[in-house]
């Protein structure tokens, strides 16, 4: 009898420990056919750009976004008569994501007469829940064309030569979504331009952009940017470009309203060559109103995020 219930404690043990192992082999199993996968941060910003310059966004692989951005000022002591402002300065652009993470644009501004263009490579994204990934970091190189002088204030002397008419803004765009609401950026800028002999303005110019973005309402929000030049210019009196406004989403469209004191578009110009300071005098007070609408073009359309 006693052999017997040895036996059987035995035999019990040897059911309780096989089972264990096969359990553990199928934790492995599933493990190995369904790792953890890490989970990214979206909608840092809702677009591409925060107002004035670019976020750390990027559209998904075949969307084409069209984009009409305006800015309309008015000129002290102006006596013409134009309806609502004196001034209305337009950029037309198409992006197109090649990738989930690699876009291309191009631009053109009837005002100033300059082609932008800019290609954008998202690096890293940020994690949700997670000491690894805390910030997403995009790469930005821009380039800007001017066929003609600017007459509302430039380093651009009249040449012949069409070098001194180009410019190469390189950007590292970092960002980070503190939560649902609030969202941070940090910009640090090179922007390069052709020498010019006639003054002793920079070629070479540093800047750090800062940027944020505050949900209002399901499908508003309050943004905002601020660029520190290092070394401005010598030859005529610049001031860091601010921007405060509002996004607006409608599905595929987004509507943007800004107060501004930049007038241009491309890059080098409304960071760099900034002639207005932010203030109710003089006309220095620019309003902006921005319209981009995401075309897919894939079969496939893409969801929309919530």
Same mark, same amino acid.
Do not use: C
């Given at each position: 009898?006693?052999? @017997?219930?040895?036996?059987?404690?035995?035999? =019990?043990?040897?059911?309780?420990?096989?089972?264990?192992?096969?359990?553990? *082999?199928?934790?492995?199993?599933?493990?190995?056919?369904?790792?953890?996968?890490? !989970?990214?941060?979206?909608?840092?910003?809702?677009?591409?750009?925060?107002?004035?310059?670019?976020? =750390?966004?990027?559209?998904? @692989?075949?969307?084409?976004?069209?984009?009409?951005?305006?800015?309309?000022?008015?000129?002290?002591? #102006?006596?013409?008569?134009?309806?609502?402002?004196? !001034?209305?300065?337009?950029?037309?652009?198409?992006?197109?994501?090649?990738?989930?993470?690699?876009?291309?644009?191009?631009?053109?501004?009837?005002?100033?007469?300059?082609?932008?263009?800019?290609? %954008?490579?998202?690096?890293?994204?940020?994690?949700?829940?997670?000491?690894?990934?805390?910030?997403?970091?995009?790469?930005?190189?821009?380039?800007?064309?001017?066929?003609?002088?600017?007459?509302?204030?430039? +380093?651009?002397?009249?040449?012949?030569?069409?070098? *001194?008419?180009?410019?190469?803004?390189?950007?590292?765009?970092?960002?980070?979504?503190?939560?649902?609401?609030?969202?941070?950026?940090?910009?640090?800028?090179? +922007?390069?331009?052709?020498?010019?002999?006639?003054?002793?303005?920079?070629?070479?110019?540093? !800047?750090?952009?800062?940027?944020?973005?505050? %949900?209002?309402?399901?499908?508003?929000?309050?943004?905002?940017?601020?660029?520190?030049?290092?070394?401005?210019?010598?030859? +005529?009196?610049?001031?860091?470009?601010?921007?405060?406004? !509002?996004?607006?989403?409608?599905?595929?469209?987004?509507?943007?309203?800004?107060?501004?004191?930049?007038?241009?578009?491309?890059?080098?110009?409304?960071?760099?060559?900034?002639? *207005?300071?932010?203030?109710?005098?003089?006309?220095?007070?620019? #309003?902006?109103?921005?319209?981009? #609408?995401?075309?897919?073009?894939?079969? %496939?359309?893409?969801?929309? +995020?919530?």
């Amino acid at each position: 009898m006693k052999n @017997k219930r040895i036996y059987q404690l035995l035999t =019990i043990a040897f059911i309780v420990f096989n089972s264990s192992i096969n359990a553990q *082999n199928l934790l492995d199993q599933l493990d190995q056919e369904f790792p953890d996968k890490p !989970v990214y941060e979206i909608a840092t910003f809702k677009t591409t750009r925060i107002g004035l310059g670019h976020s =750390i966004e990027t559209r998904k @692989k075949g969307a084409l976004e069209i984009s009409l951005y305006n800015r309309y000022w008015n000129i002290p002591n #102006f006596e013409g008569q134009r309806f609502l402002a004196d !001034v209305v300065s337009t950029r037309y652009g198409l992006d197109y994501s090649f990738t989930d993470n690699f876009t291309l644009g191009l631009g053109y501004t009837n005002h100033d007469k300059i082609t932008d263009g800019f290609v %954008k490579y998202k690096l890293f994204k940020q994690r949700e829940n997670s000491k690894k990934g805390v910030v997403s970091i995009t790469l930005v190189q821009g380039f800007s064309h001017r066929t003609q002088e600017n007459t509302g204030g430039t +380093i651009y002397a009249p040449t012949t030569s069409s070098l *001194n008419k180009y410019a190469f803004t390189s950007q590292v765009l970092v960002a980070r979504k503190i939560n649902s609401d609030f969202s941070i950026q940090i910009a640090p800028t090179f +922007i390069h331009k052709e020498a010019n002999s006639l003054n002793d303005d920079p070629n070479n110019q540093f !800047v750090i952009g800062f940027g944020g973005r505050h %949900k209002i309402g399901g499908h508003a929000s309050i943004v905002s940017e601020y660029f520190y030049v290092a070394n401005p210019l010598k030859s +005529i009196q610049t001031y860091n470009a601010f921007m405060v406004g !509002v996004n607006w989403e409608l599905s595929h469209l987004l509507l943007q309203f800004q107060m501004t004191n930049a007038r241009n578009f491309a890059e080098d110009t409304f960071i760099t060559q900034t002639t *207005n300071n932010f203030n109710a005098k003089d006309g220095n007070f620019h #309003f902006g109103f921005n319209a981009t #609408f995401v075309l897919h073009t894939k079969k %496939k359309k893409l969801s929309k +995020i919530e």
